[in-house]
């Protein structure tokens, strides 16, 4: 970025937010413009942006605005993005301050893009922890971690790439129960235009290994396909997610077809704008869903 800087609108436009929330974000949390142009109007230099993205990001990831800013104002932001410098560029360390050795060794492994290693520690902790304790403590911190790495450093989204992809390999191959339990299918979703899937998969292969049978959509369901998915199978349940705040559009929940008996609608991530319908309910965490899947099953969930 050359020159005086960015406006405001322009810096708006790039983030996808409102000039206002700009302005309240440089009021309330000193996260503003840093330089002037000639007639004294405030402009975002380069640096500015970076840690307007990083705090946009959080916030979409679910961060409270102010802590948000805090992290936000407290990464070095590099005045023009860097060039790859060979295979060690930028370091290998993600930022895992409570992780296991297992996650460590996790995410040294995908940083060094090293697939073997990586499908054999994420086959490994599934197999040992149980798809629940193994997501939650091993494969989510190590997928956060390289999206904070890359938030703050412009880093690593191939790694993130390549983790995500080999991570669902791993789901896809435990997401048939060997009995299931439920005669009526379990229906999960992305929102429209929800293009985050991994947690569909990770929700799949935990309900497989509790008998639990679902049938996984993917991503980016447009509202009349979930619709027309929901008539065609008649579901017990469908459960939606909503990773960026955009796909959070909670109209698309209350247009669902009710069904007979009534359909169960669960909700899941941090893209979702509250209040939410009133028949719908929301679940924080992976632990959670599959509980309220059973729960609407009328099954009791395997100690």
């Given at each position: 970025?050359?020159?005086?800087?960015?406006?405001?609108g322009?810096?708006?436009?790039?983030?996808?937010?409102s000039?206002?929330?700009?302005r309240?974000?440089?009021?309330?949390?000193?996260?503003?413009?840093?330089?002037?142009?000639?007639?004294?109007?405030?402009?975002y230099?380069?640096?500015?942006?970076?840690?307007?993205?990083?705090?946009?990001?959080?916030?979409?990831?679910?961060?409270?605005?102010?802590?948000a800013?805090?992290?936000?104002?407290?990464?070095?932001?590099p005045?023009?993005?860097?060039?790859?410098?060979?295979?060690?560029?930028?370091?290998?360390?993600?930022?895992?301050?409570?992780?296991?050795a297992?996650?460590r060794?996790?995410?040294?492994?995908?940083?060094?893009?090293?697939?073997?290693?990586?499908l054999a520690?994420v086959?490994?902790?599934?197999?040992?922890?149980?798809?629940?304790?193994?997501?939650?403590?091993?494969?989510?911190?190590?997928?956060?971690?390289?999206?904070?790495r890359?938030?703050?450093?412009?880093?690593?989204?191939?790694?993130?790439?390549?983790?995500s992809?080999?991570?669902?390999?791993?789901?896809?191959?435990?997401?048939?129960?060997?009995?299931?339990a439920?005669?009526?299918?379990?229906?999960l979703?992305c929102?429209?235009?929800?293009q985050?899937?991994?947690?569909?998969?990770?929700?799949?292969?935990?309900?497989?290994e509790?008998?639990?049978?679902?049938r996984?959509?993917?991503?980016?369901?447009?509202?009349?396909?979930?619709?027309?998915?929901?008539e065609?199978?008649?579901?017990?349940?469908?459960?939606?997610?909503s990773?960026?705040?955009?796909?959070?559009?909670?109209?698309v929940?209350?247009?669902?077809?009710?069904?007979?008996?009534p359909?169960?609608v669960l909700?899941?991530?941090?893209?979702?704008?509250?209040p939410?319908?009133?028949?719908v309910?929301?679940?924080?965490?992976?632990?959670?869903?599959?509980?309220?899947?059973?729960?609407?099953?009328?099954?009791?969930q395997?100690?």
């Open positions: 970025m050359e020159g005086p800087g960015l406006s405001v322009a810096v708006a436009r790039r983030l996808g937010v000039a206002s929330t700009l309240t974000w440089d009021r309330r949390y000193g996260i503003g413009p840093s330089r002037r142009s000639e007639g004294s109007h405030r402009r230099s380069a640096e500015d942006v970076t840690r307007l993205e990083v705090m946009n990001r959080l916030i979409l990831e679910g961060a409270p605005p102010g802590e800013a805090r992290v936000a104002l407290g990464v070095p932001a005045a023009a993005p860097r060039k790859p410098r060979g295979h060690g560029a930028g370091g290998r360390r993600v930022p895992l301050p409570d992780g296991s297992r996650t060794g996790l995410a040294r492994a995908a940083m060094a893009m090293n697939g073997p290693a990586v520690t086959r490994e902790a599934l197999a040992e922890d149980g798809v629940v304790a193994a997501w939650q403590g091993v494969l989510a911190p190590v997928l956060r971690g390289i999206g904070e890359y938030a703050a450093t412009g880093e690593a989204v191939e790694v993130e790439h390549f983790l992809a080999l991570t669902l390999a791993c789901l896809a191959e435990r997401a048939e129960p060997v009995d299931a439920n005669v009526r299918p379990v229906l979703a929102a429209p235009e929800e985050h899937s991994l947690p569909l998969y990770a929700l799949a292969a935990a309900l497989a509790t008998g639990v049978a679902a996984n959509l993917g991503m980016r369901v447009p509202e009349k396909a979930l619709g027309d998915a929901i065609r199978t008649g579901p017990s349940v469908v459960f939606v997610w990773q960026m705040r955009f796909t959070g559009d909670t109209g929940l209350e247009r669902l077809p009710v069904g007979r008996p359909l169960r909700v899941g991530g941090p893209g979702w704008r509250l939410l319908p009133e028949r309910r929301y679940v924080g965490t992976l632990g959670e869903a599959v509980e309220a899947v059973h729960e609407s099953l009328g099954l009791v395997p100690a």
